[in-house]
């Protein structure tokens, strides 16, 4: 996927993935997972993503409320491209005035539409860990859009929480801990405060962090805890009322960047991973992925240094495998497949580390 960082409206709604995110929603589940874990990640720029959203809609409906003719023609002709959508009868110049009140209507009848199609979700706090008492103030925040809302908390931590998710927490947090109640999926980026752990509450399990960011999805199959920066300790429920864990003496499962644990329900078992698909930790210059006859022993301590992942492999078997290739814009499993590919290896994903397998090369 392409790097939207930056992206004005205009942009947005003229990119092809996104009209066709926009245009047809859950018929490309690559797609619909995208933007959905991007948008949680970039909330600065959901009022751009929100109005590229509307432009789409808007031409969809009645392609003249677009009040830039240019970019009504462009926006029309990619949604026509990518949504395979006939074009539409013309209407009068004028309307393009009501441009504002009708993507504000659509905005509404799109909220409305996407929760009604969602079953409306009803919400059950009735786990809540919050300690209470002492005039512990708590707040319920409940999306109800179709889009993620953010939560700026008292501590100037802020929350991300997607749609059909609730969250609750004290208008004002107590010496000692903070603490927060999810129900379905959040973005958390916390405040560092080393004297005041951070802890999310979700049925089973307890997320518990110092500062850093991360995301929590609390569904009926599993909870699944993955980690952005820094690190966090993930505990079974039974420990969430025990002293030691505020103090930070009971640990659970670590968890550092692009790692994630999955608590299965039915299980009771939690099982530490690589999320799904990691990304580079720090800005990674191009070359750097750039390999001519180089020793696959320096390929892996690159990966290793921009993902922040273990990669496990006999240096001595494979001391003479070199690589030659641009892995440049290459996701991380796709870089190992091509690096074992031409190596005559395969790897495998256990627990959190990546172990590559192989016979060795020949010599040069």
């Not at 720029?45 to 392609?63: G, K, N, S, T, W």
């Not at 999926?185 to 509450?201: I, N, Q, S, T």
Request: aromatic share 8%; with cysteine.
């Amino acid at each position: 996927m392409k790097h939207y960082e930056g992206y004005t409206a205009d942009e947005f709604a003229s990119d092809d993935d996104f009209i066709r995110w926009v245009t047809a929603p859950g018929t490309r589940p690559d797609l619909d997972k995208f933007w959905k874990e991007w948008i949680a990640t970039h909330p600065a720029q959901m009022d751009e993503i929100e109005e590229a959203r509307l432009m789409i809609q808007a031409v969809m409906e009645e392609p003249q409320f677009l009040p830039d003719q240019d970019l009504q023609d462009k926006v029309w002709q990619r949604i026509r491209q990518t949504a395979q959508v006939p074009e539409p009868a013309p209407l009068p110049v004028s309307l393009w005035s009501h441009w504002y009140s009708k993507a504000a209507a659509v905005a509404i009848i799109l909220g409305l539409g996407w929760w009604v199609s969602h079953h409306s979700r009803t919400f059950h706090m009735t786990n809540v860990k919050i300690a209470q008492g002492d005039g512990v103030v708590l707040k319920t925040k409940e999306n109800d859009t179709s889009l993620p809302i953010t939560i700026e908390l008292d501590d100037q931590s802020i929350v991300v929480l997607q749609p059909g998710s609730q969250l609750q927490y004290p208008e004002h947090f107590k010496k000692g801990v903070r603490e927060v109640d999810l129900v379905g999926e959040a973005f958390f980026e916390v405040k560092k405060d080393p004297d005041r752990p951070f802890l999310v509450y979700t049925d089973e399990i307890v997320t518990r962090v110092l500062g850093t960011s991360f995301t929590v999805r609390n569904y009926p199959a599993d909870v699944r805890v993955s980690v952005k920066t820094g690190k966090v300790s993930v505990l079974k429920d039974s420990n969430s009322g025990d002293p030691q864990e505020a103090n930070g003496t009971v640990e659970g499962v670590i968890l550092t960047p692009n790692q994630q644990v999955v608590y299965a329900r039915q299980e009771k078992k939690m099982t530490k991973s690589l999320v799904e698909d990691p990304n580079v930790l720090t800005p990674v210059a191009k070359q750097e992925f750039e390999f001519t006859d180089t020793s696959v022993a320096t390929v892996f301590q690159a990966i290793k240094d921009a993902y922040g992942v273990e990669i496990v492999y006999d240096e001595q078997v494979l001391a003479n495998c070199h690589l030659t290739a641009s892995l440049t814009d290459v996701s991380l499993h796709d870089k190992l497949s091509l690096i074992c590919k031409a190596i005559n290896a395969t790897y495998a994903i256990i627990d959190s580390h990546i172990v590559i397998y192989g016979k060795g090369c020949a010599n040069p």
